[in-house]
């Protein structure tokens, strides 16, 4: 009784999806992972494996792990695919093939670290300083140098080109990484941006590199191919940073992004349920939905009931994120951990198994598969 009770409650996450440029067969969404799995930045056959696993067990969009695109300083480890270079795009372009095979839509998170990049020995090109919107990491250190409008150009058309490439390889749309604190989200940050030229001042003048970005990107997909951008307020060093503390900073933020040509908002929180802001239940990603009307992906800890100590909870709070998507609060969910460990884990809660799913574990994130 309890698992028919369970697959009803849950059965919105399976409904299909379709805004003018993505649809997906329903509303689950692989999270971006980085696995440091592709030697050489090269993505080989277990990884195309690891992804067509996930998309043949109803994983209904893939967003890749982040790969980094082409810039010396861009990204933080040789192990980290990049979206560059006639062997990784032959291997993303077989990764492509096989979810598609398999009967799932897949799209790459392009990404440059910025400051967060840590030159040493597993990192490429160790003599290159890393970069940022002023050089300074998330504790407002000197670590890097701040961009010229040289490097601004640079990283633009990188990221443009990645897109064009991710394009011609065949993937369904682009994901730009501008959240937990890398480089994009360092220039929306007022602690990482203290320039004084155009890409510095007040929240929507911070935006101006994504804008910039967002713009070339645009110009080289086309009008059709969806641009998804991740965002979060909160960064990885920093659990408690904000960008906007009320909907009126958050609608100022989002007004130059959307002008711009993001069409899907991927809202990174770490708890799905938590309302962002006092006085309202809304979510994050349910904020970022009524402030600019554009579908919205909602992330953080779906379906994870153990806990640290590995006690199981009944409560994963399925029912709670199906209502959000009943209500249009969210439209898609992302799924990070619980997807990692079992690749299953989407087929296994449309049947009415969530007991069955493999949990999380220091283990699991060692292994690809
Ligand atoms: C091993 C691991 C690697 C991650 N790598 C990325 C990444 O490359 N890009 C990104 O935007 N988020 C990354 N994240 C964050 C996830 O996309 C997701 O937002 C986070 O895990 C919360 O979702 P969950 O609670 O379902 O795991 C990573 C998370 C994990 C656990």
Redesign the pocket.
Known sequence: MKTTQTVQAVASLFQPFASDKLSTGNRIVM?????SFSPEGVPGPDVAAYYRRRAANGTGLIIT??TTINHPAASGMTSIPTIHGEAALNGWAQVVKEVHEAGGKIIP?I?HFGTSRKPGESVPNPEVASIGPSGLDETGTKTGEAMTEADIAAVVQAFAEAAADAKRVGFDGVEL?G??GYLIDQFFWEVTNQRTDRYGGDLAARTQFAVEVIEAVRKAVGPDFPISL?ISQFKLDAYTAKLATTPEELEQFLAPLVKAGVDIFHC?S?RFWEPEFEGSPLSFAGWVKKLTGKPVIT??????NVDMTGAYSEDSKLETLAEKLDSNEIDLV?????L?ADPEWAEKIRTGREGEAVPFSREV?ATLY
């Open positions: 999270a971006p992972m980085t696995r792990e982040g998170q990404w990484h959240a937990h991740r990174s770490r992330v953080g800890s779906v379906g994870l992302a799924v990070g951990r619980a990692l994130a």
